[in-house]
């Protein structure tokens, strides 16, 4: 498995660096990223006896992660819309935690079926919430790109969008090669924890992105900002959600002697979602489009870890 686990990043990485336009933006981003594979790997290669186990297991993840890339890439090559990436996402993510889990356990138990269900419902909602904008016309960023690297885009897109983005999930999903390799099959306190830290952040998740729908739907809305409910308290209820589930499954890795390890996971998404990109991006946008009305938003609401109490200066 180690052979193969090296060749296949080494020629993944190769071709991703070859692919790599000299004017795309964010190559650093895209060069970090096609390294982080080699440093699980070599991770792997140092690892103690019993840490070696559940990195094997999030290399097979890996594996996972690549094919189900590959699947998605082809689809939306073929249908010329790299949009259902925001559908395909879920999907890499629960396929990835789940060649993780299957992998590891030597059979389905309470805790693990628990895990999964969680993860199975987070990724139907959030693929449903998706499809109705994502799945029959091309959106931006994906058709801009697509006007701006012309004949490049489809072999490009491929690295810059599947690849990269399944690599940041294969990541996030690291709480379940820990989870996997635990052992106990009954739910544990640590568990339980986790099951209503996922449950909170589900909330925030869907009860955000409905109640922004709501607020789109709605003509006499159009241009405004949406400061009611969820986003009276957070400006992104919906990415704090996000986080807040990911910190839940990472409860389960706890069972694992090295599972204190697997918070890297959740700690990344939260930057994702908070500092790195989700967040920051979407505001950019916001002060773009609304200017004075945002800045005025922004002053009262909190960007990412919601305030308990709504401010009114």
């Not at 807040?244 to 918070?263: D, K, N, Q, T, V």
């Amino acid at each position: 498995m180690l052979i193969v686990a090296l060749l296949v990043w080494l020629a993944l990485a190769l071709a991703w660096r070859l692919a790599m336009p000299a004017d795309a933006r964010g190559r650093r981003w895209n060069i970090v990223h096609m390294l982080l594979p080699g440093v699980a790997i070599a991770a792997w290669v140092l690892a103690p006896a019993d840490l070696e186990r559940p990195l094997a297991a999030f290399i097979r993840g890996g594996g996972a992660m690549i094919l189900l890339g590959a699947i998605g890439w082809a689809i939306g090559e073929g249908r010329r819309n790299h949009s259902i990436m925001d559908i395909v996402y879920p999907v890499i993510s629960f396929g990835t935690a789940l060649a993780m889990v299957a992998g590891s356990a030597p059979e389905p138990t309470l805790r693990l079926l628990v895990l999964m269900g969680l993860m199975l419902v987070w990724m139907l909602r959030l693929a449903r919430h998706a499809t109705g904008t994502n799945l029959h016309v091309e959106q931006d960023p994906y058709a801009s790109l697509r006007r701006r690297f012309g004949s490049r885009w489809p072999l490009w897109s491929f690295f810059s969008v599947y690849m990269l983005q399944g690599t940041i999930l294969w990541v996030w999903c690291l709480p379940f090669a820990f989870a996997g390799q635990a052992g106990a099959a009954g739910l544990r306190p640590l568990d339980w924890i986790g099951i209503f830290v996922w449950a909170v952040g589900f909330a925030f998740q869907a009860i955000g992105d409905h109640q922004m729908n709501r607020f789109k739907a709605d003509p006499a809305n159009r241009g405004g900002i949406m400061d009611r409910g969820l986003w009276a308290y957070t400006r992104h209820p919906n990415y704090f959600g996000e986080a807040l589930m990911w910190w839940g499954y990472f409860c389960f890795a706890l069972a694992h002697p090295w599972g204190w390890l697997a918070a890297i996971g959740p700690a990344y998404v939260t930057w994702f979602m908070g500092w790195g990109s989700a967040t920051p991006g979407n505001e950019r946008h916001m002060r773009k489009t609304r200017g004075q009305a945002f800045e005025d938003y922004a002053r009262r609401v909190p960007m990412f870890v919601p305030r308990p109490w709504k401010r009114h200066s």
